[in-house]
C-alpha cells in the first residue's frame, strides 16, 4: 500500500474521440489514484456528455471559456486533492503498472520532486517519444530518445532534467512551492498558454534544486500532437523558446550563451522565410516577433523567478545540454 495518494488531471479540449481509451487506462491500472479530474476547456464536441454517461467516477470541471492548456491544467491542481499530482494527456494512453511504477519511484527515492514516464509513440509503440526531457543552453528543449527504435538504451532509472507534461507527476509541495514564481500564483505561467509549459515549470524546479526521476517502468503511448499541432503549435514554439529562455536562464548562463540562443532564433527566421507560403511558417515568424514584444512582461516574471533560486549557477549550468545543433 502506498503512503502517498494520486491525483491524475487530464486537461481535455475537444479529444472526445480519444478521452474513452485515455479514461479506460486510468481505470485499469493497478494502482488506483485517489481521484482522475478532467478539465474540459469549453469543449463543442461530445467529451463532456461522454465523460457524464460513461465515467461518473470521474471528477469533470467544465470550464465556460476557452482559456487553452495552461488554464486547464491550473484549474486541475487548483482542484486535486492528491499527494502526487499527475498530469497526462487525453490523446495519450498508460500500462496497467505506469501509476505504481511511478509510486516506486517515489517511495524508493524520497529526494526525488517529480518523476519522468517512458513514452512511446501509441502507433509505434518501439518508438520513443520521450525517456524525460532535456534543455539547451542556447533554448532549445528537447525530448530524450525522440524518433529512436527501443533497444533497450533508456531502461535505467536515472535523473533527469525534468518530465514531459504528456506524463508527469509532481509532489505536491513542490508545486505549491513556484506558485509563488508568478504573478497570479498558479503553478503554471498562463502567459505560455499552451507549448513549453512543462519546459517553462521544469526549469522553475530545476532553478529550486529539486530533482527529477525518469522511470523506464512507468509506460504511456502517446498520439503525438493529436489534439495539437499545426499552426498553433508553431506559433507557440516561436514565441515560448523566446519567452522561456530570457525569463529563467540565469545571468550566468544567459548572457555567454546569448549568441548561441540568437543565432538559433535566426536560424528559425531563416528556415521560416525560405517557406514563407506556408501557414505554419508565417505562425512561428509570428510567433518570435510576439515574444520579442513579450520581453518587457518576460523581465517582469524573470524577477520574480530568480528571486527564488536557491541552486548555484555551477550546478544549473551543469545540469544543461550544449550541443547547439
Given at each position: 500500500?502506498?503512503?502517498?495518494?494520486?491525483?491524475?488531471?487530464?486537461?481535455?479540449?475537444?479529444?472526445?474521440?480519444?478521452?474513452?481509451?485515455?479514461?479506460?487506462?486510468?481505470?485499469?491500472?493497478?494502482?488506483?489514484?485517489?481521484?482522475?479530474?478532467?478539465?474540459?476547456?469549453?469543449?463543442?464536441?461530445?467529451?463532456?456528455?461522454?465523460?457524464?454517461a460513461s465515467y461518473p467516477w470521474v471528477k469533470l470541471l467544465v470550464?465556460?471559456?476557452?482559456?487553452?492548456?495552461?488554464?486547464?491544467?491550473?484549474?486541475?491542481?487548483?482542484?486535486?486533492?492528491?499527494?502526487?499530482?499527475?498530469?497526462?494527456?487525453?490523446?495519450?494512453?498508460?500500462?496497467?503498472?505506469?501509476?505504481?511504477?511511478?509510486?516506486?519511484?517515489?517511495?524508493?527515492?524520497?529526494?526525488?520532486?517529480?518523476?519522468?514516464?517512458?513514452?512511446?509513440?501509441?502507433?509505434?509503440?518501439?518508438?520513443?517519444?520521450?525517456?524525460?526531457?532535456?534543455?539547451?543552453?542556447?533554448?532549445?528543449?528537447?525530448?530524450?530518445?525522440?524518433?529512436?527504435?527501443?533497444?533497450?538504451?533508456?531502461?535505467?532509472?536515472?535523473?533527469?532534467?525534468?518530465?514531459?507534461?504528456?506524463?508527469?507527476?509532481?509532489?505536491?509541495?513542490?508545486?505549491e512551492a513556484v506558485r509563488a514564481d508568478n504573478p497570479d500564483g498558479?503553478?503554471?505561467?498562463?502567459?505560455?498558454?499552451?507549448?513549453?509549459?512543462?519546459?517553462?515549470?521544469?526549469?522553475?524546479?530545476?532553478?529550486?534544486?529539486?530533482?527529477?526521476?525518469?522511470?523506464?517502468?512507468?509506460?504511456?503511448?502517446?498520439?503525438?500532437?493529436?489534439?495539437?499541432?499545426?499552426?498553433?503549435?508553431?506559433?507557440?514554439?516561436?514565441?515560448?523558446?523566446?519567452?522561456?529562455?530570457?525569463?529563467?536562464?540565469?545571468?550566468?548562463?544567459?548572457?555567454?550563451?546569448?549568441?548561441?540562443?540568437?543565432?538559433?532564433?535566426?536560424?528559425?527566421?531563416?528556415?521560416?522565410?525560405?517557406?514563407?507560403?506556408?501557414?505554419?511558417?508565417?505562425?512561428?515568424?509570428?510567433?518570435?516577433?510576439?515574444?520579442?514584444?513579450?520581453?518587457?512582461?518576460?523581465?517582469?516574471?524573470?524577477?520574480?523567478?530568480?528571486?527564488?533560486?536557491?541552486?548555484?549557477?555551477?550546478?544549473?549550468?551543469?545540469?544543461?545540454?550544449?550541443?547547439?545543433?
Amino acid at each position: 500500500m502506498s503512503k502517498f495518494t494520486y491525483s491524475v488531471i487530464i486537461p481535455n479540449y475537444n479529444g472526445a474521440r480519444f478521452l474513452a481509451g485515455c479514461l479506460d487506462s486510468i481505470q485499469a491500472q493497478t494502482l488506483a489514484p485517489l481521484e482522475t479530474i478532467v478539465v474540459d476547456d469549453a469543449s463543442t464536441d461530445e467529451s463532456v456528455a461522454l465523460v457524464k454517461a460513461s465515467y461518473p467516477w470521474v471528477k469533470l470541471l467544465v470550464r465556460e471559456e476557452n482559456g487553452q492548456f495552461a488554464k486547464a491544467c491550473n484549474d486541475g491542481f487548483d482542484a486535486a486533492q492528491g499527494d502526487i499530482l499527475v498530469l497526462f494527456n487525453n490523446d495519450a494512453e498508460a500500462e496497467p503498472g505506469w501509476l505504481a511504477a511511478i509510486d516506486r519511484a517515489f517511495q524508493e527515492r524520497p529526494e526525488i520532486s517529480s518523476v519522468a514516464s517512458r513514452i512511446m509513440l501509441y502507433d509505434r509503440r518501439n518508438i520513443f517519444h520521450t525517456a524525460g526531457d532535456y534543455y539547451k543552453a542556447n533554448g532549445l528543449p528537447g525530448n530524450r530518445g525522440v524518433w529512436q527504435e527501443n533497444r533497450g538504451q533508456y531502461d535505467v532509472l536515472e535523473e533527469v532534467f525534468g518530465p514531459c507534461g504528456c506524463a508527469a507527476a509532481y509532489k505536491r509541495e513542490v508545486l505549491e512551492a513556484v506558485r509563488a514564481d508568478n504573478p497570479d500564483g498558479k503553478i503554471l505561467d498562463e502567459s505560455l498558454a499552451m507549448y513549453c509549459e512543462d519546459v517553462d515549470l521544469n526549469l522553475r524546479l530545476r532553478l529550486r534544486n529539486l530533482r527529477c526521476l525518469y522511470q523506464p517502468e512507468a509506460v504511456v503511448y502517446h498520439r503525438l500532437s493529436a489534439t495539437g499541432g499545426g499552426t498553433l503549435a508553431s506559433y507557440r514554439n516561436g514565441r515560448n523558446f523566446i519567452v522561456v529562455a530570457l525569463k529563467n536562464l540565469p545571468a550566468s548562463v544567459l548572457l555567454p550563451n546569448l549568441p548561441a540562443i540568437v543565432f538559433t532564433q535566426l536560424k528559425y527566421a531563416f528556415n521560416s522565410l525560405t517557406k514563407i507560403r506556408l501557414n505554419t511558417e508565417r505562425a512561428r515568424l509570428k510567433g518570435q516577433f510576439d515574444g520579442l514584444k513579450a520581453i518587457p512582461d518576460t523581465l517582469r516574471r524573470r524577477r520574480l523567478v530568480q528571486a527564488h533560486r536557491s541552486i548555484s549557477n555551477e550546478q544549473f549550468a551543469a545540469l544543461l545540454e550544449y550541443n547547439q545543433e
